[in-house]
């Protein structure tokens, strides 16, 4: 299986460098670009559900969490991606080499790609962090800071949502304190 699987993979990349070689680049790259966004969205989607599962304290779906944690492997592809992206600049944004005078402050090619490359990466590190300290077998958020090392790495209100909505864990079972913040958040 893993044979094939990596036999897929060389006739996709054989068939990608064939591709930006012949005289339809400009449609390779788009097709690149598209997938690329498609299944970025898709890995970082992941740990936002189960991001929102862990903060509203969602019992009833650790299959899903767990489901939900598991997509975020793709994430390291995601940085190579985007790194790849680099390299097809001029077959995808016109202004690359036709520059728009009124727009070059916001449209040049290291600001935008390192702006891309730093907002990737950080959205990636957070997806990934918050990966390894959900997974399932840690007693609770205190256990997997240390085991992960985020005691040092994320401020107390990253490491307990409950603590960034300002309340204490004796607040928690007393629902009417629970959804004070909630209401709050509602009217703003």
Do not use: C
């Not at 005691?151 to 960034?164: D, G, I, N, S, W």
């Amino acid at each position: 299986m893993n044979l094939l699987l990596a036999l897929f993979v060389l006739g996709g990349a054989v068939a990608f460098g064939i591709g930006i070689a012949s005289a339809e680049a400009s449609q390779v790259w788009s097709i690149y670009l598209v997938n690329l966004l498609f299944w970025s969205g898709l890995s970082v989607t992941g740990p936002a559900i189960a991001g929102m599962m862990e903060l509203t304290e969602a019992r009833w779906s650790p299959t899903v969490k767990r489901l939900a944690l598991t997509t975020a492997g793709f994430l390291p592809l995601t940085l190579i991606g985007f790194i790849l992206l680099f390299f097809g600049r001029a077959e995808l944004y016109s202004w690359v080499l036709k520059p728009v005078p009124e727009k070059a402050i916001w449209l040049n090619v290291p600001f935008v790609f390192l702006r891309t490359l730093v907002g990737a990466a950080l959205l990636i590190w957070v997806g990934f962090t918050f990966r390894v300290s959900g997974l399932p077998g840690r007693v609770g958020p205190d256990e997997a800071a240390a085991q992960t090392g985020l005691a040092t790495t994320f401020p107390l209100p990253l490491r307990h949502p409950r603590v960034a909505l300002g309340l204490r864990p004796r607040d928690v079972a007393r629902p009417e304190v629970v959804q004070r913040p909630v209401r709050r958040v509602l009217r703003w």
